[in-house]
């Protein structure tokens, strides 16, 4: 079982700043990659930003700039800061994990949270 706790998420006025946490625990044997992706109402799930673990990066052409993500994998957590916040930036943002589950088996599996809502007012 893995457990993801996301935090950091809530109101904020158009032009501020968050940062999203994400803290991955459970039955992980190696961790490959921490994303954020967010899923505004009536819209699908998209990729906001991804890193692996050897700290390569991958942005959405849609958030890269405002869009900062970064990862300690030694602790299994991930982190989105989130600059010049504008209201469609409204949506729950989503951490994913992509990991292996033991020596024993090396099937990638991915992981999803639960989500946290992140709304920006005009």
């Known amino acids: 079982q893995v457990q993801l706790v996301e935090s950091g998420g809530g109101l904020v006025q158009a032009g501020g700043s968050l940062r999203l946490s994400c803290a991955a625990s459970g039955s992980i044997y190696i961790l490959q990659n921490m994303g954020w992706y967010r899923q505004a109402p009536e819209s699908k799930r998209e990729l906001v930003a991804a890193?692996?673990?050897?700290?390569?990066?991958n942005y959405s052409s849609s958030t890269e700039g405002r869009f900062t993500i970064s990862g300690d994998f030694a602790r299994y957590t991930a982190y989105l800061q989130i600059y010049s916040l504008k209201p469609e930036d409204t949506a729950i943002y989503y951490c994913?994990?992509?990991?292996?589950?033991?020596?024993?088996?090396?099937?990638?599996?991915?992981?999803w949270g639960q989500g946290i809502q992140v709304t920006v007012s005009s």
């Open positions: 890193i692996t673990a050897g700290g390569i990066t």
């Open positions: 994913k994990v992509d990991y292996y589950a033991s020596f024993f088996d090396l099937t990638s599996r991915a992981y």
